[in-house]
């Protein structure tokens, strides 16, 4: 889509809500170089989120769509949870449709965009709870991974079922006392990076958000592997506050203390020789200018 | 709008897009003999399709299968096999939800392995095109021609049409997309035929040369937006109403269904015209009726042969479309009835039902016979029952 369509017909400009207008004029679709930097300095793609207080799932979510390389050519793919509240606020076409089929319906999606634009560059980008990706979506998440479909996964991992109430969840750490496991869960949370790795996946980051620019590197990276060598999936610690027992300033402490060495939120990536070769062909300036930072 | 202008031209495989007018009506026809599967091929051929979602199951399997090597032949855009049937819906939504007109078979077992998107292809308004080629869901397990799922399909909000034969079933093919994709209906559409049945055995049927195509499907003749950033997106609301618990919440919902019930509605002008009504009737001032849909219809028309030989006059309705029901048209077709059979191949009796709810003094039904778990339906099977029935009949009034 060209930025050009996105204009208030002038009879119209005056109804139009404060926060549309701000939109057309002072969002970022077509901007180069997009990142987390633009939250706070020009309009964000996500209005009001209708998360918690605090909640380390919104900062996540605004990272992410400041991060997209081309919001303007960018459909999302939603499930049911936490996400699916906040999506009927962001400013680009994205599909709720049902629970645990995101990957399925993104393959379908990828493949109709593919077919009707040949010549133009359409991302297709999945945004799921832990639940819908790795519990009752499993099956189609490694599916559309075996299948080499071309858009990324990306999972808010908050090890649990937020939106239903707390429940255990197939991501929830071994031990952890939740209802549905009113004993402890019985068994070691799913290795869905490992298992990502093995099922085809070229490019996979375990993570935090407690570092912006980490983020927007591996939100950027994740979508441009996929656009052009295959799928992707970057996994994301975002506590649910409310059910672990912490209050709204502590979301990023939570997340801090489980990135560290040998925690289970360890930043990890791996990236595919074919990946990472894309990788130096699209990034060459930006090494180069690390490399200068480093020398002064 | 862009579909008419685009008649005369010739699409990526070289087909000449035609008015779907001529290609139903007027465009020369060749006799061929065969399978329904095969049926399937040669309709997809002709529909212009961007992309199709297979799985095996049968009896679907074959004609699946067929439209893959038409994506091979560049008659279909974009074709795999999905990983199962609730996958698959899921993908054709997401194929659907792109803009993509779309195509894909399932039976029995995967019909309802698949259910929950039904629901949701409705409410999202993707004009997806299901071929359902029915067969038993019960367990034990049975592979044989059942029409149980039509029952259990016939609340989802889709259209659900039943085809007869072999010829039936390619029209319905490419006019249900004709139909599925009038922007004031934009619903999936159900074409069902009973498995085996209909699917593997061989009949006549005339079709118009490959050469021609129906029009491509237009996502902007759409309800809704098309999912392909083309158009401005919108923060769709500042309150959303899913999940939320408010007045307002439950008026939107309430009135999206409502809205997509009459789309159903709707969607009778338009097949009317292009079938030439919901229902097909024969000797209808008769006072034994059979009336059904599906090969059912098939055997009643046979076993009225039979009678009509021992001097017993029976007329015959044809049900093509269960959703919308053709309840005026069936209300109608059977003001003179004094017995209303209603032959199926299922256990539950369901078409029995919707007739029932349809038409006054509903004690005329008889709500049989039934077979089912593959059994087939002999006319004599229908001629017994009616028989008996009668024989009944003249015992009470002796009494």
């Not at chain 2, 026809?29 to 529909?47: D, L, P």
């Not at chain 2, 034969?165 to 922007?183: I, K, R, T």
């Not at chain 2, 919901?278 to 042969?305: H, K, W």
Request: net charge negative; aromatic share 8%.
């Amino acid at each position: 889509m060209s930025k050009e369509k996105i204009k208030i017909n002038q009879e119209f400009y005056d109804i139009m809500p404060l926060e549309y207008r701000e939109l057309v004029e002072e969002g970022t679709y077509g901007k180069e170089n997009r990142g987390w930097k633009d939250v706070g300095e020009s309009k964000e793609l996500i209005e009001e989120h209708s998360l918690c207080a605090g909640c380390p799932e919104s900062i996540a979510f605004r990272y992410v769509l400041a991060c997209l390389p081309a919001p303007e050519d960018t459909i999302m793919v939603g499930s049911t949870g936490c996400t699916s509240l906040v999506f009927p606020h962001v400013a680009v076409h994205n599909i709720h449709s049902l629970f645990g089929n995101q990957n399925a319906v993104a393959s379908g999606l990828k493949r109709a965009l593919s077919f009707r634009f040949p010549d133009k560059i359409k991302d297709v980008v999945v945004l799921a709870g832990d639940g819908a990706t790795v519990d009752i979506g499993l099956d189609m998440t490694l599916q559309s991974w075996f299948r080499q479909e071309k858009f990324t996964t990306i999972c808010f991992d908050n090890e649990l079922y937020a939106n239903t109430g707390g429940q255990s969840s197939g991501l929830m750490q071994k031990g952890f006392v939740a209802k549905m496991a009113p004993a402890g869960k019985k068994f070691d949370k799913v290795p869905l990076p490992e298992i990502a790795k093995s099922s085809g996946c070229h490019y996979v980051v375990k993570m935090t958000v407690s570092k912006p620019n980490r983020v927007e590197k591996a939100i950027r990276e994740a979508i441009l592997v996929a656009r052009e060598i295959g799928p992707t999936y970057i996994q994301l610690y975002t506590p649910c506050i409310l059910e672990i027992g912490k209050q709204m300033m502590e979301g990023l402490q939570e997340m801090r203390d489980s990135e560290g060495p040998n925690k289970r939120f360890e930043f990890e990536e791996y990236v595919s020789d074919e990946a990472r070769a894309y990788l130096d062909t699209v990034n060459p300036k930006k090494k180069k200018r690390k490399k200068a930072i480093v020398t002064k | 709008m862009a579909t008419k202008s685009l008649i005369g031209t010739y699409n990526k495989k070289g087909q000449k897009i035609v008015d779907p007018d001529y290609l139903f009506y007027d465009a020369p026809r060749e006799r061929q003999f065969m399978t329904g599967s095969e049926v399937v091929r040669e309709a997809i051929k002709r529909a212009n399709v961007d992309v199709s979602i297979s799985y095996p199951i049968t009896p679907q399997s074959e004609a699946a299968a067929m439209v893959g090597d038409l994506w091979v032949e560049g008659y279909v855009g974009e074709y795999f096999r999905g990983e199962n049937e609730f996958a698959v819906m899921s993908e054709c939504a997401g194929a659907s939800f792109g803009g993509a007109r779309v195509f894909t078979t399932t039976s029995g077992p995967g019909t309802l392995r698949a259910y929950e998107n039904f629901p949701m292809w409705v409410g999202s308004r993707l004009p997806i095109m299901l071929n359902m080629m029915v067969r038993g869901v019960n367990s034990p397990l049975s592979i044989q021609p059942d029409t149980l799922e039509i029952g259990l399909i016939i609340d989802t909000g889709m259209l659900i049409w039943h085809a007869e034969s072999a010829q039936d079933f390619f029209d319905y093919l490419l006019m249900g997309y004709m139909v599925a994709e009038e922007p004031d209906v934009h619903l999936p559409i159900a074409i069902c035929i009973d498995g085996f049945f209909v699917s593997h055995t061989k009949d006549d049927v005339y079709i118009p040369s490959a050469d021609f195509t129906l029009p491509p499907y237009d996502p902007y003749r759409n309800p809704m937006p098309v999912m392909d950033m083309e158009v401005p997106p919108v923060r769709m609301m500042r309150d959303p109403f899913v999940m939320k618990s408010n007045y307002i919440s439950y008026a939107t919902q309430a009135s999206w269904q409502q809205e997509t019930r009459a789309a159903c509605e709707r969607s009778r002008k338009h097949t009317i015209r292009l079938l030439g009504g919901l229902i097909e009737e024969e000797n209808t001032d008769a006072e034994i009726l059979i009336v059904s849909s599906g090969t059912a219809v098939a055997q009643g028309r046979e076993a009225v042969r039979l009678l009509a030989a021992e001097g017993i006059k029976v007329g015959i309705v044809k049900i093509k479309t269960i959703r919308p029901f053709p309840y005026e048209e069936v209300r109608q077709a059977t003001k003179n009835a004094k017995i209303i059979f209603v032959p199926e191949f299922n256990v539950v009796g369901w078409m029995a039902r919707e007739i029932k709810a349809s038409i006054p003094d509903n004690h005329r039904v008889v709500e049989g016979p039934h077979v089912a778990g593959g059994m087939t339906m002999p006319p004599e099977v229908i001629v017994e029952e009616i028989k008996k029935v009668l024989a009944k009949k003249k015992e009470s009034i002796h009494e």
